[in-house]
């Protein structure tokens, strides 16, 4: 069956991302044998080798309800953070196998009329290189490109750069994906997730612009979202009211809303994905 692009279907409808993968698992009150033991009690990306059928049931549900693209079970995925739990030679495997798990899922349910897509995911790490410190920006690259590539080489249609709070973060992201793709010799879309704090920039200090202006290649960019509850409505619509925003929001291809917000002025006719959380 071939299956259209995600940008070829993003010009048809909009699109619907699943929603959270931590908080899904957290309801089934799994036990630390379901992690493999008390030491990894908690690393919900070592489920995808010790209970594969959890994940696959949960990826089965949001394609159920409606998603047209779900997330891998990867957003701890990098050495970094499975370093806390021992896990870190496992890095490669897990990314791999997180996304063949969810390419089944999508198996199951696309449809020439509605294919399904999977977004690999790349979380913030529990590092930020402008606020604790406590690693390299080669260091962090360095686990960043592991994790990108082995999501790209497993057949990812699409990676997601999320809940992102320093620009330094993603850009040590973003370099090492641009790097993964030189190394596969290929190219797929990227989205950066990025968290705006109440007082209207990243934890870090930075500006909504600097998620626009800096990350990514125009051609790489596919969602430059904003994460929940975080940035208000009236955040949203004042940060219209400036013309380098508003060119910045309208520029954005699609544009991501949590928790109830509303779209800014001017946006609400652009083809989104709304995420469902």
């Given at each position: 069956m071939m299956?259209?692009?995600i940008q070829?279907?993003?010009?048809?409808?909009i699109?619907?991302?699943?929603?959270a993968?931590?908080?899904?698992i957290?309801?089934?009150?799994l036990?630390a044998?379901?992690?493999?033991?008390?030491?990894?009690?908690?690393c919900?990306?070592y489920l995808?080798?010790t209970?594969?059928?959890?994940i696959?049931?949960i990826?089965r549900e949001?394609?159920?309800?409606?998603?047209d693209?779900?997330?891998?079970?990867?957003f701890?995925?990098?050495s970094?953070?499975l370093a806390e739990?021992?896990?870190?030679?496992?890095?490669?495997?897990?990314?791999m196998a997180?996304v063949?798990?969810a390419k089944?899922?999508?198996?199951?349910?696309?449809?020439?009329?509605h294919?399904?897509?999977?977004?690999g995911?790349i979380g913030?790490?529990?590092?930020?290189?402008s606020?604790?410190?406590?690693i390299?920006?080669?260091?962090?690259?360095d686990?960043?490109f592991?994790?990108?590539?082995?999501l790209?080489?497993a057949?990812?249609?699409?990676?997601?750069v999320?809940?992102?709070?320093?620009?330094l973060?993603v850009?040590?992201?973003?370099?090492?994906i641009?790097a993964a793709?030189?190394a596969?010799?290929?190219?797929?879309p990227?989205?950066v997730?990025?968290?705006i704090?109440?007082?209207?920039t990243?934890?870090?200090?930075?500006?909504?612009e600097?998620?626009?202006?800096?990350?990514?290649p125009n051609?790489?960019r596919t969602?430059v979202?904003?994460n929940?509850?975080?940035?208000t409505p009236?955040?949203m619509?004042?940060?219209?009211?400036t013309n380098?925003?508003?060119?910045?929001l309208?520029?954005c291809w699609?544009?991501r809303?949590?928790?109830?917000s509303t779209?800014?002025v001017?946006v609400?006719?652009?083809r989104?994905i709304?995420h469902?959380r």
């Amino acid at each position: 069956m071939m299956t259209k692009t995600i940008q070829e279907r993003m010009q048809e409808k909009i699109l619907i991302l699943d929603g959270a993968m931590g908080t899904m698992i957290q309801r089934l009150s799994l036990t630390a044998e379901d992690f493999g033991g008390e030491e990894y009690d908690g690393c919900n990306e070592y489920l995808v080798l010790t209970r594969p059928e959890v994940i696959l049931d949960i990826h089965r549900e949001y394609l159920q309800a409606g998603a047209d693209i779900i997330e891998t079970d990867t957003f701890g995925a990098t050495s970094v953070v499975l370093a806390e739990y021992g896990l870190q030679h496992l890095a490669r495997e897990i990314n791999m196998a997180a996304v063949t798990l969810a390419k089944a899922a999508c198996s199951e349910y696309s449809t020439s009329d509605h294919p399904r897509y999977v977004a690999g995911s790349i979380g913030p790490t529990t590092k930020t290189l402008s606020v604790t410190g406590g690693i390299s920006f080669d260091e962090l690259q360095d686990a960043y490109f592991e994790q990108a590539k082995a999501l790209v080489e497993a057949g990812a249609d699409l990676l997601l750069v999320e809940t992102a709070q320093d620009m330094l973060n993603v850009k040590a992201a973003t370099t090492a994906i641009q790097a993964a793709f030189a190394a596969l010799h290929t190219r797929i879309p990227v989205m950066v997730s990025g968290t705006i704090e109440a007082m209207g920039t990243t934890l870090a200090g930075q500006t909504i612009e600097s998620f626009y202006i800096g990350p990514l290649p125009n051609e790489d960019r596919t969602d430059v979202p904003f994460n929940k509850k975080r940035f208000t409505p009236g955040q949203m619509k004042r940060g219209t009211t400036t013309n380098h925003r508003r060119a910045f929001l309208e520029k954005c291809w699609i544009l991501r809303i949590w928790g109830g917000s509303t779209l800014p002025v001017g946006v609400a006719e652009r083809r989104q994905i709304i995420h469902v959380r």
